[in-house]
């Protein structure tokens, strides 16, 4: 009866939806505007649809943190649980009887809290985050509530308790949960109207936030994934609407042609996130060989590289183009007083403290009222036996007059006791057995109630002191759960990608010069370089006009081209070196600029903006270079100077709107290239910053120095692995870095380490003789580790052995050991454990200047031969037999020269000394 009525509404408010179509129709074809209301269903319905939906499907509560699908299935499990594994299928349909839809969305809900780790104990199948493998159905795997659940989730005594959907059985409103769980948990819903996405925390961490809050101190929390990865928490807000969290998969260098990914962002999985980096790659954003995935237990992608693709600047590429960094909303949205609201995890973190407290509270005074009611029947029964009250009633017949004997019994025996006796105690007295009374021990009695006295006392001192019991009870947790928890994603601050600077070439660019056409379709013509799709292009023409415009398949900048590149904002380095005529029978002006910023697709011009202007010579720099000109004039009149030549280095670099320095006022025949220049530019300084483990020249961490194209960094790691390269804004770091400093050729590096084949302890010293290729100075075994570096000139280290009957030892590197190659072995130091290697201050060291033009026949020969494998001045060391032998044959001849040289300088002095006496 009731559908037909349901149905008959539809049809009436059909029946008004199409009159009202109809009006509509008539009202627009009159050109008039009608108001048509929603009601009925349109209304009432979709409201309680959104209810339902977000109170009792998407959107967690805030008392326990469970979604109502969560709750009943961890009910359920509680109903089943015997100590042992239930298969899931079972769970499920137990769980039926309280959630009134579908075994698979309970199936489904259970997989997701099993794989967060912290409520279920699972066994089987329960598929992988990492690589997105489903679990396997519910009838092939099982599960039981963990130690942790049974724990802190349940007290049916301090559980609220509602009738479940049908009126058969009893369901919890929320559980009595004890802990942060929707923090550690996080959640996920799309509701109608809204949405909630609250991110899991650490557990640890959280624990240690309740702590500090409870001790009134300041907390910050940040989430943690156990997928791992790197995470920028920068913007994140608290939690709340607004913030943003950025996360980034763990990238290293294997090789110079491999990049391993080893941990994945939040949200991604490894299949996911190779159909990422295989679509950047078939669009040519990155330039990859092939992908190989070897993911088990631990992510483990290969990403194989083609010959000369940078490695750092493929890793930076990855960020920007594919899933390996990935940007979440966090918004934390929970169920309060069956109402919507929106808090940040900080205020989330204090309620769930705060409930906690609140719930151990009523734990220990319900505690407490069981021990006292235990003491008050244990008192009475002793009492009762003790006084032999019992056979008062042998003579009494009736209920009534039992009661009232034994109560009569009590009264001169109960001054001490905290309450009245009432009928149901006297009632439970006479339910003793025979038994019991006959075996009744008063020593046992008086031992069992001062126990319970002591119990009494403790809970009372608990509930007097409830924060600090609070305190104790987190603590516990932490110890008891806490193994195993530790932060699996790093924090680390991101620097910003500029997705034009990593893209991959892709694409090239051609130029018709005389047409004005740029682009990469014009195949036929002049080829200019390699770009990606998404470079801006810099064009300067004859009419001395300049633009700057995104790349394309064919543009039309401006006919006479005679310069064509791509655009690198805010590059200071490119120096344009520009002579221009000033109108049609103007002077001739020169100049030096640079250009950081323009608007795209706006037309410059680098003249004085007179009619007729012409661009003589122009040239492009990339590192600022000056080259020397020459200067023809027309022979015209009585010009006597007809040809000179002019250095750009004596220009200053300024901005590309000045009109710039004269030239000349006479006619210009043309201008020749006589000679390539240096760069004027200043060395630039560089700078580490730790945080985000980049280079910068935005004077931001730690100055490593001033640095000119030549110039060179010294990287040394932990592993035992040294190289001197270019200093490349877009560098990686390995974690295990220990040196980052400018590279000195001539420098020694002074190294103590242990040899795992061995198994003892070797002295080294050596250079850098290979740029920009990476070797190891350690042995390759797996137990060999590098116990100091020293890159002083004259480095002095202290050894502590293990062994406390053994004294320290100074080792001098310089006296211990020559400059020997870097593959070189090294000297013995001990073979006994060493604890710990600390170095000390260094021997002061001067620089020895570099040899001047008028050295010897036999000084210029040492410079031209030397090989930076020696110092300039020869340790007294090698006069050592034993060191002798163990050096080269060109070693040694090098020594020889140096002993020469010496020799004759100091002949040469003890000559001009003698002659300076005669004079005198």
Sequence with gaps: MSEEINGNEHEEELTNLNENLDSDNLADSAQEETITRVTGMYKEWFLDYASYVILERAVPSLEDGLKPVQRRIMHSMKDLDDGRYNKVANI?????????????????????????????????????????????????????????????????KTTDWKMSYDGRRKEPIDLPVKFPLLLAQGAEGIAVGLSTKILPHNFVELIDASIKYLKGRSFKIVPDFLTGGIADFTNYNDGKRGGKVRIRAKISQLDKKTLVITEIPFGTTTSTLIDSIIKANEKGKIKIKKIEDNTAAEVEILVHLPPNVSPDKTIDALYAFTNCENSISPLCCTIQENKPVFLGVSELLKHSTDLTVELLKKELEIQLDELEEQWHFSSLERIFIENRIYRDIEEEETWDGVIAAIDKGLQPHIKHLKRAITVEDITRLTEIRIKKISKFDIDKAKQFIEGLEDKIATVKNNLANLVDFAIDY???????????????????????????????????????????????????????????????IIIFRKDGGMMVTKVDTKTFVGKDIIHVAVFKKKDKRTV???????????????????????????????????????????????NGEAEVVSVNLRAVGSIKKLKWDIDFADLAVKGRAVRGNTITKYAIKSIDFKSEGVSTLKPRKIWFDDTVQRL??????????EFRAEDKLLIITQSGKAKAVKPDLAMHFEDD??????????????????????????????????TDKEEEFISEHPKSQLEIIATDYRPIAEVQFSKRSLENEVVNFEDFIAIKGIKAQGNQLTTEKIKQVNLLESLPYEEVEEPSDNNTKDEKLLADTSTDKLPIEVPEVVANKPVLEELSAEEKAKIALQKSIARKKAEEKKRDDENQTKLF
């Design 92 to 156: 499920v349909g137990h769980t039926m009887q309280y959630h009134p839809h579908g075994d698979a969305s309970i199936a489904d809900a259970m997989v997701q809290i099993g794989q967060k780790e912290l409520l279920i104990d699972m066994q089987g199948n329960w598929g992988n985050i990492l690589t997105g493998d489903r679990a396997a159905a519910s009838r092939y795997i099982e599960a039981r509530l963990s130690k942790f659940a049974l724990d802190v989730v349940f007290n049916p």
């Design 474 to 536: 987190f603590k516990r947790l932490k110890d008891t759960y806490g193994k195993g928890k530790e932060r699996r994603t790093e924090i680390r601050i991101f620097d910003d990608i500029v997705a034009s600077k990593v893209a991959m070439n892709n694409t090239k660019l051609y130029v018709n010069r005389a047409e004005g056409f740029i682009g990469t379709s014009l195949k036929r013509d002049e080829f200019v370089c390699d770009c990606s799709d998404i470079d801006d």
């Design 576 to 622: 344009y070196n520009y002579m221009y005529r000033d109108g049609a029978k103007g002077p001739s002006y020169m100049k030096r600029f640079n250009v950081t910023s323009v608007t795209r697709d706006k037309e410059y011009d680098l003249t004085n903006g007179k009619k007729g202007s012409i661009v003589h010579y122009f040239s492009a720099n990339l």
């Design 696 to 705: 910068n020249v935005d004077d931001r961490g730690e100055l490593l120095g």
């Design 737 to 770: 870095m220990i040196v980052l400093e400018k590279w000195q050729p001539k420098k020694p590096i002074s190294a103590i380490y242990y040899d795992g084949e061995k198994e003892r302890y070797f002295v080294k010293r050596f250079l850098i003789e290979t």
